[in-house]
């Protein structure tokens, strides 16, 4: 027989090559694996930068019109970020501004920008009501049917109508829009029914609606270079005395303080703001009256409180009134809310906490923000106020520019 070496030798080479192959395909595999990985981590990250891209296309647009609902289409025809999709969807006090590249899909939260805060008056405090009130709303939201869901009165906690015949609640429409829907106008005068244009909110948070920071932050919106600010020195002279600081360049005022702001003195803080084209008053951590008529005042009166108790010692600061405004405060048959039966301690609690008062005929065109927690607003008499909304974005303005919601996003 002859010799098997040979053929022992080559099975033995072929089985190691086939080994060898075995282990360079499993390799190979292994290799495409890793490719394909590599590329379409690529293309996600491409993919997230053309998104990143598209909300910073879409960022200045928003910041351009000031307003975060402004139309974002043009950034959708930019060959270089090829965006499938670019929208702001509303989400609470901010709005999620969504961009999807391909199969990626990332999203930065946007606050500010305009149109957030409606409502002819807005009130953290409680709020009471005596006499004829007539308002023309806040047009707010147009709905399907081409009518507007109307807003006259937003409010946090309660909302009180003196208990007499004369007491009434009025929502006279719009002045530059279309109708009210029907569910959206209260008139007391013919039902004892209050409609969808008096909303109360538990979560309102009015500060933080306009000026588009945390409350505890009001000493930085003092400071922070929009208001003019300064110490009241006579609250029965606090009109001219704000009166004297407006000029073109000083619409902001916050002036910090007991405030009377009577007849004289309105006439001329009205002429001034006319003159201006609007003012921005604040009134901070005193008591703030508006007594007697004047010609249109064109502006929003914000009243602040922190820390501030009208009740000094055992002194009600109220006494402070040169008008003869503390006769009304101390009397307690104006503390009669309609559908409630009060014990004199319950008035005189009610009394004691009441920060701000209106008596008389006042026409202000920007309306009332009332920002006094666990206090009390009472308008008295007859008030007649007009939405100016144009106005209102003008003044709100400095505190509503667009801007990214810190931690709203990540670039993992």
């Known amino acids: 027989m002859k010799s098997q070496k040979g053929m022992a030798t080559l099975l033995v080479t072929s089985m190691l ?24 981590e690529v293309l996600a990250r491409q993919a997230h930068w053309l998104a990143e891209g598209g909300l910073e296309c879409g960022y200045s647009v928003v910041k351009k019109n000031n307003d975060k609902n402004a139309d974002l289409s043009s950034c959708l025809t930019i060959s270089d970020y ?34 957030g805060s409606h409502g002819v008056i807005k009130s953290s405090a409680d709020l009471y009501f005596k006499g004829d009130h007539e308002y023309y709303s806040d047009s707010n939201i147009k709905l399907s049917d081409g009518t507007w869901a109307c807003l006259i009165l937003r409010y946090k906690t309660k909302f009180y109508i003196n208990d007499d015949s004369t007491s009434f609640f009025t929502n006279k429409g719009t002045k530059t829009t279309g109708s009210c829907n029907a569910n959206y106008v209260t008139n007391t005068k013919d039902a004892p029914i209050f409609k ?12 933080k609606e306009t000026f588009q920071v945390s409350r505890n932050d009001w000493i930085d919106v003092r400071d922070g270079g929009v208001f003019s600010q300064f110490d009241i020195i006579d609250p029965n002279n606090c009109a001219n005395e704000i009166a004297t600081k407006i000029d073109n360049k000083h619409r902001y005022i916050w002036a910090t303080g007991n405030c009377f702001l009577e007849h004289t003195g309105l006439a001329a803080l009205s002429a001034k703001s006319q003159a201006v084209n609007g003012v921005f008053l604040l009134v901070e951590n005193g008591v703030l009256s508006v007594n007697g008529t004047s010609s249109t005042y064109k502006g929003i009166i914000y009243h602040f409180s922190t820390n501030f108790n009208p009740i000094q010692g055992s002194v009600n600061v109220w006494s402070e009134s040169t008008s003869g405004m503390n006769t009304y405060i101390q009397n307690l048959t104006m503390y009669k809310p309609s559908g409630l039966t009060l014990t004199t301690i319950e008035k005189e609690s009610m009394r004691d906490s009441l920060v701000f008062f209106m008596n008389g005929s006042f026409v202000p065109t920007g309306g009332y923000i009332l920002d006094t927690p666990n206090k009390l607003s009472y308008f008295n008499m007859a008030s007649d106020l007009t939405y100016d909304g144009t106005l209102i974005n003008d003044l709100l303005s400095p505190f ?4 990214w919601v810190e931690g709203s996003w990540n670039d993992f």
């Open 82 to 115: 090829n965006l499938d999709s670019l929208s702001v969807v509303s989400s609470g006090t901010s709005s999620l501004m969504v961009a999807k590249a391909g199969f990626k899909s990332i999203s930065k939260a946007i606050a500010g920008g305009g149109g």
């Open 196 to 207: 969808n244009d008096i909303q109360v909110e538990s979560n309102l948070d009015v500060f």
């Open 17 to 40: 090559l086939v080994v060898s192959l075995l282990f360079s395909l499993a390799s190979y595999k292994n290799t495409f694996y890793q490719i394909k990985r590599t590329q379409n």
């Open 400 to 403: 509503s520019t667009p801007k």
